[in-house]
């Protein structure tokens, strides 16, 4: 949330932003796109790609931050649309690191994050990944239930680690780790705090790497904390604040078991996703768009009964359709990022609206792409497949579609729906 006076809102970007749009542009389709389907084949991280970027000046932690703090809140959701229309499991592969810099912004000390924040990306002659986990095998969305604990040992000043994590992109490869673990479980999702897990700790290891359904790209991962030691300076935001918090939670627990309401109050893993949602949801804009784009190209130059398919108003609709969908995924999108970087609350829940459209949105869209190219569609020989593959995260990962919903009811009526 900035503290600088609110910029208006608008859809006119400036020189800076379209000169940066039209450069993510031309890297996605002369880098990305030409190497989509091998990587997608391979299943590997496109190390390659990413040196490419990194030598580019676009995985960088300098161009990521200038994206965010871009005053107008449109700088990520720009870079995420062009970088995940080249392609969603490349995209994910260079955009990766970010959320785990995000989840060091959102919880850390100034000093956490000049410190540990850099050592996420690494330079172009070394570079490195991170990993943000919290998500495990039985607490997905269900964060409070959580069993990955972190117990302070006084006498070395260090906290010990030990549980599973899961769907980790980056995990067990990434040079940093940043896991939510439970520090008092008795206090639910209330009771977690964020740990800075340094390159080469011992007990850290990759268990089960995922082979899925799309963004095959992008390396998804176990993650085993078994007696993980990382100094007291790892625990982000420092332990005087996390005390601090933990009492106030106690106060909060005790006065609800005695009937009363209490203030709502974020958790870690919360307050990371909270701040990528519509970010999130601009990469689902990048994949319907590219889909969109396939599909219109092909009805215009497929020719069926000596006309283009797009002469049929079944095919023009489905594309009329398509094309109102993306913009109005976009609009979400934009809506929320300027929100958020102007510090205007998210009052009825406008973060998880755009990322619940927009993944829904590309869903549905890539779906229609391959109805529109017919049998070719359903080949490799034509990129909509893989996209649609890849499309299906956006309604699954950083809060499913069901969970927007329930963020969203909740928001509205300040009701506890289950």
Not at 74 to 91: K, N, R, V
Not at 150 to 167: F, S
Not at 184 to 201: H, M
Request: with cysteine; proline share 5%; hydrophobic share 45%.
């Amino acid at each position: 949330m900035s503290d600088s006076p609110a910029t208006g809102f608008t859809l006119d970007l400036n020189e800076d932003q379209i000169a940066v749009r039209d450069w993510l542009h031309g890297f996605a389709a002369d880098v990305i796109r030409p190497a989509a389907a091998e990587w997608d084949e391979r299943e590997e991280t496109p190390w390659p790609v990413i040196q490419e970027a990194a030598k580019l000046g676009i995985y960088s932690l300098d161009f990521f931050a200038q994206q965010q703090f871009d005053p107008t809140g449109l700088g990520i959701p720009i870079t995420m649309e062009e970088l995940f229309w080249g392609d969603a499991g490349i995209g994910l592969a260079i955009v990766g690191s970010a959320l785990a810099a995000v989840g060091v912004v959102a919880n850390g000390t100034p000093e956490q994050v000049g410190t540990w924040a850099p050592q996420m990306f690494g330079t172009p002659d070394d570079v490195k990944l991170a990993a943000f986990c919290s998500s495990e095998p039985n607490a997905g969305s269900d964060v409070a239930a959580m069993r990955t604990r972190a117990v302070y040992d006084q006498a070395t000043d260090e906290w010990v680690l030990n549980g599973t994590k899961t769907w980790a992109t980056n995990g067990g490869i990434a040079h940093v780790h940043v896991v939510v673990a439970s520090v008092e479980p008795a206090l639910g999702a209330r009771g977690q705090a964020s740990f800075i897990v340094p390159p080469g700790t011992p007990g850290l290891s990759q268990g089960q790497k995922f082979k899925k359904h799309g963004i095959r790209a992008s390396h998804t991962a176990e993650v085993v904390l078994d007696n993980v030691r990382v100094p007291g300076h790892c625990l982000l935001g420092g332990k005087e604040k996390l005390d601090e918090r933990l009492a106030r939670a106690r106060e909060r627990a005790a006065a609800e078991a005695r009937g009363e309401r209490t203030e709502k109050v974020k958790n870690a893993a919360m307050a990371t996703f909270e701040a990528s949602r519509p970010a999130v949801g601009a990469q689902a804009v990048g994949v319907a768009r590219a889909a969109y784009e396939v599909a219109l190209d092909y009805a215009m130059t497929r020719e069926q009964f000596g006309r283009p398919i797009i002469d049929n108003q079944g095919i023009a609709f489905a594309l009329a359709d398509m094309r109102t969908r993306i913009d109005a995924s976009r609009l979400l999108v934009w809506r929320a990022s300027w929100m958020a970087n102007n510090g205007k609350p998210f009052t009825a829940a406008e973060g998880s609206m755009s990322k619940l459209y927009a993944g829904e949105t590309a869903k549905w869209v890539t779906g229609q792409a391959i109805q529109i190219l017919g049998g070719n569609g359903f080949t490799r020989e034509y990129p909509v497949e893989r996209m649609h593959r890849d499309a299906a995260i956006y309604t699954i990962f950083e809060g499913t579609s069901e969970i927007q919903r329930l963020v969203i009811a909740r928001t509205l009526s300040g009701l506890p729906i289950r």
